[in-house]
Nanobody
Framework: QVQLVESGGGLVQPGGSLRLSCAAS????????MGWYRQAPGKQRELVAV???????NYADSVKGRFTISRDNAKNTVYLQMNSLKPEDTAVYYC?????????????????WGQGTQVTVSS
């Protein structure tokens, strides 16, 4: 059994900063791609940022230069540092991770989602 637990959301004024964390726990051998998605009211869920186990990163154009994704492989944790926040960044942010587990004698990779954390940018 695997669990992703997010933290760090909240209310912040425009121009402010927040740092999100997502820790994976349970039957985990290794973590491959880990990332953050967001979903605003009435909109589809969209990719915000993703990082591979090797450290490569990719960002949505709307957050480039403002958000930074990082990870601690020893802790199976991914972070999202969000600076210069704008009202249009308001959404529920979800952590996603592709994790490898040992099931019997086989290594199985599967995708997992966190429960989501609300980020509200408003004055």
């Amino acid at each position: 059994q695997v669990q992703l637990v997010e933290s760090g959301g909240g209310l912040v004024q425009p121009g402010g900063s927040l740092r999100l964390s997502c820790a994976a726990s349970g039957n985990i051998v290794s973590a491959n791609a880990m990332g953050w998605y967001r979903q605003a009211p009435g909109k589809q869920r969209e990719l915000v940022a993703v990082t591979t186990s090797g450290g490569s990163t990719n960002y949505a154009d709307s957050v480039k230069g403002r958000f930074t994704i990082s990870r601690d492989n020893a802790k199976n944790t991914v972070y999202l540092q969000m600076n210069s926040l704008k009202p249009e960044d308001t959404a529920v942010y979800y952590c996603n991770a592709n994790l490898v587990s040992l099931v019997g004698s086989a290594y199985i990779e599967s995708g997992h989602w966190g429960q989501g954390t609300q980020v509200t940018v408003s004055s």
